[in-house]
């Protein structure tokens, strides 16, 4: 196995207010990095250096909105001159549109490609562009996604955008391994974040959504009391550090990733199919039976 001669110093991490973000921003803090945490939610952000602080560690909060390729190199920028070349940049910022295919809108399309895709192609550009002119080793790390590896029929644009975030990511390998320069794609299963809650749901009853998004709440709050959770953000951080480690190509992270990306390989054709139960209409039932507009109870 390859080691990395990587020592992260200097670690920039988008959507790092929440989820894996966060539990990126943490542990590289832990192990002596100076995190550069950047968020849209310059709030999110801030409690995320908070919490760093309170535990003797460096870093900063930025605000960052990752589908602006302006705002990138702004951002690229001020990093540059404040605080030097990053060693790491982790390309975290992500949100999903769900909804049959049929039911979503070019403005939905564009929605999820411009946060979970191009924002990723403008951070690498900006930054492998950065590590490659001041001559530093570094290493890039995106966050795709178990979707990327198995179709599901009502999340077709998250599906295809984490797709492209793993394409993208293997392409840049080859193509920036000789500058000194390595990406990794990290691609996590069912993990307990707040993307389901942040979700939009394109041709569902507002309140089965509203409804999901409790529940969602719910069941993050119970996990946050279990001395360790199954679902944890931190599984995907240790990813992440394993990732630059070991100048891994592509992390699949929990048991669900595992099985799609091995099926994606020995059995392609009941890859295709396991999700195929799974349609708006039996997603709007189910949500219907749950507020009990329907069905036997």
Not at 22 to 50: E, M, N, P, W, Y
Not at 52 to 75: C, N, Y
Not at 96 to 110: I, K, T
């Amino acid at each position: 196995m390859k080691f990395n001669d990587i020592d992260p110093r200097l670690v920039v991490v988008t959507g790092a207010g929440s989820g894996i973000g966060r539990a990126t921003a943490l542990r590289f803090a832990r192990h002596g990095a100076q995190v550069i945490v950047s968020d849209i939610d310059k709030d999110a952000a801030l409690g995320t250096v908070a919490i760093i602080r309170s535990k003797g560690h460096r870093a900063v909060a930025m605000q960052l909105d990752v589908t602006d390729p302006a705002a990138w190199t702004e951002f690229a920028r001020d990093v540059h001159a404040d605080h030097g070349v990053p060693d790491v940049l982790v390309n975290n910022a992500g949100m999903l549109v769900s909804g049959a295919f049929l039911d979503l809108e070019p403005q939905d399309w564009e929605r999820q490609l411009g946060v979970n895709l191009l924002g990723v192609v403008y951070g690498c550009r900006a930054f492998g562009r950065l590590m490659i002119d001041e001559g530093k080793r570094g290493h890039i790390v995106n966050i795709a996604s178990a979707a990327a590896f198995t179709p599901t029929p009502v999340m077709s644009a998250y599906s295809v955008s984490k797709a492209g975030v793993k394409m993208l990511t293997e392409c840049l390998r080859l193509e920036l391994a000789p500058k000194g320069v390595g990406v990794s794609a990290i691609c996590p299963g069912v993990i307990n974040t707040n993307i389901g809650a942040h979700a939009v749901a394109v041709g569902v009853d507002q309140a089965l959504v509203e409804r999901g998004q409790q529940i969602m709440t719910q069941v993050q709050e119970l996990a946050q009391r279990l001395p360790f959770s199954p679902m944890s953000p931190d599984l995907v951080a240790r990813a992440v550090e394993r990732a630059v480690h070991y100048d891994l190509a592509v992390v699949p992270v929990r048991t669900e990733a595992w099985l799609g990306y091995f099926m994606l390989r020995i059995a392609p054709g009941v890859n295709r199919r396991m999700t195929q139960p799974l349609s708006m209409e039996r997603i709007q039932a189910a949500g219907e039976m749950l507020l009990g507009r329907g069905g036997t109870r």
